[in-house]
């Protein structure tokens, strides 16, 4: 496995991070059971994987996930999780933060959180979460409850990153990380948010590189039809019926291995979480981050095409 610097933080993360999320659900939506999760965790932390992100609206995933680390030393692993500002579509109280917060700590089992991350702050909302809520957050972290802070964008609603682009122009010393979402045909963090990243010293996780439109054929030619009638994207050149067979040699085996692989090449990316509770997937995702890398001419030919891609899945 490798690791990579979380941003200014001073840890080292692994290349590869397992989510609690994801369709899934942490095996909740998949017929997994706890002894099936506990699995799926331990192989994680025997394949090097130290970062396990999780969420107080994914079910019961903290609780699951603070069972299935139970006995594994601290100093093993670090916790990220979330805190959704808007419960029931009103903007909470800060107080809902705190309490939020010390519900996590007992579900997982932890005195500490590492990353306490805003779930997936909209562009409308940014002012409130910075103004209301980062104050008590702040608290939290001088309490010793929290060490960094950050937060989540919203793919389908913020495609093109103004939520992490305004947070490193506006407040870098706020953010110690954001998740966002890079790969193959989602490459327009490139342009300003992963820059600004690097800049500001704050921590990426990549989140979703490979979901559903670089797997299935018919959302690829869906998604390329409405870059065709909008002419953001050239996919004139790629064969309709395989259009990323060409990636497939030289060792990746796959369009999956493939994308995990170009999620990790921009130095901005800390980690790339995978959300599967698969055992033999999560194998196959660590294997393709073993290298981190694709052939240059290919590489070079995906920043080209995809350059202008935002495909918020």
């Not at 107080?56 to 959704?84: F, H, I, N």
């Not at 007992?106 to 005195?111: A, C, M, R, S, V």
């Not at 992963?194 to 990426?204: F, N, Q, R, S, T």
């Not at 009638?229 to 060792?251: I, M």
Request: with cysteine; aromatic share 8%; proline share 4%.
């Amino acid at each position: 496995m490798q690791y990579r610097a979380l941003g200014r933080s001073g840890i080292n993360v692994s290349l590869l991070s397992l989510g609690t999320g994801g369709a899934s659900h942490f095996g909740q939506k998949t017929g997994v059971d706890d002894a099936g999760r506990k699995l799926l965790v331990r192989t994680a932390l025997d394949l090097g994987v130290n970062l396990f992100d999780t969420s107080e609206q994914y079910g019961r995933s903290e609780e699951m996930l603070g069972l299935a680390l139970e006995g594994v030393p601290r100093d093993r692993y670090l916790l990220a999780t979330k805190w959704s500002y808007r419960p029931g579509g009103e903007l909470a109280q800060p107080e809902a933060l705190v309490s939020c917060v010390e519900r996590s700590l007992g579900l997982l089992k932890t005195d500490v959180i590492d990353v306490m991350q805003f779930h997936g702050i909209l562009p409308k909302d940014y002012d409130a979460v910075v103004e209301r809520y980062v104050p008590a957050m702040q608290s939290l972290r001088d309490q010793g409850k929290v060490r960094l802070i950050g937060f989540t964008e919203m793919m389908v609603q913020d495609p093109k990153h103004t939520v992490p682009v305004r947070a490193l122009k506006e407040h870098p010393e706020v953010w110690d990380m954001v998740m966002l979402k890079y790969g193959i045909l989602n490459q327009w963090a490139a342009k300003e948010a992963l820059p600004l990243a690097e800049k500001h010293g704050a921590g990426v996780l990549n989140m979703a590189p490979v979901r559903l439109t670089l797997t299935r054929l018919d959302e690829q030619k869906a998604l390329f039809e409405r870059w065709r009638d909008e002419g953001t994207v050239d996919v004139s050149g790629l064969d309709e019926q395989d259009p990323f067979g060409w990636l497939l040699h030289d060792g990746v085996d796959s369009v999956i291995d493939a994308g995990y692989r170009f999620a990790a090449m921009n130095s901005g990316i800390s980690s790339v979480i995978t959300g599967t509770s698969n055992v033999e997937h999560l194998k196959a995702n660590a294997r393709s981050l073993e290298a981190a890398t694709l052939p240059d001419a290919d590489y070079e030919r995906l920043l080209k095409l995809f350059a202008d891609s935002a495909a918020p899945n």
